[in-house]
């Protein structure tokens, strides 16, 4: 965005290049003519380039103007921010039962389909360490439900008292 154009009196050249409030090329005027033709329309004398000989200005709404570059700059910015992959964690335990386990699967399939990575982590306590298979069993379960949509980034890991999995979508977000 260009930032401090020069504004109505603010322009200081005497001669400028005009364009009006319809785009249209008027030509080499007088500065003074040029805001009177301005304030006419209820508009702003707002130099466009600063640099040209003779600089170039242009009637239009400045404070209009302003407006939208800001939302064109927020715009952008939003759409830049919207496609990051965030990492989404879905905590399970080698006893969860089929039914949750199928809501579960259901959680994790709207965040691939958003673009999301999906973490499942298995948490063991006391007894639970000596049946890591059911750990396995559970996420090997998750994994075939997902295949269609995901597939496995890390395979399942045991990390102290957690296993983890790590699934991303197959198609780009």
């Known amino acids: ?6 504004v109505n009196g603010g322009v200081k050249a005497d001669t400028i290049r005009l364009i009006d409030e319809e785009d249209n090329q008027v030509g080499v005027v007088r500065k003074d003519d040029a805001l009177a033709r301005a ?3 209820g508009l702003d004398l707002v130099e466009v380039a600063p640099t040209s000989d003779p600089p170039v200005c242009r009637i239009m ?3 209009k103007w ?6 064109r700059m927020r715009d952008s910015h939003k759409k830049s921010q ?6 989404k964690e879905i ?32 948490f063991f306590r006391g007894r639970q360490m000596l049946h890591k298979e059911h ?12 295949e269609d949509l995901a597939k496995v980034e890390r395979p399942p890991m ?7 999995l790590l699934l991303v979508s197959r198609q780009p977000a």
Request: charged share 35%; no cysteine; net charge positive.
């Open 135 to 146: 750990g396995y069993d559970v996420l090997t379960r998750v994994t075939q439900a997902l």
């Open 82 to 87: 919207h496609h990051v992959a965030t990492l």
């Open 158 to 164: 045991m990390s102290g008292r957690r296993m983890t």
């Open 61 to 63: 709404d400045y404070g």
């Open 66 to 71: 302003q407006y939208q570059q800001k939302r």
């Open 1 to 6: 965005m260009k930032k401090g154009l020069r």
């Open 39 to 41: 304030r006419e329309v």
């Open 91 to 122: 905590r399970l335990r080698p006893e969860t039962d089929t039914h949750d386990l199928e809501i579960k699967v259901k959680h994790a399939r709207e965040f691939l389909e958003k673009g999301h990575k999906v973490q499942f982590t298995v």
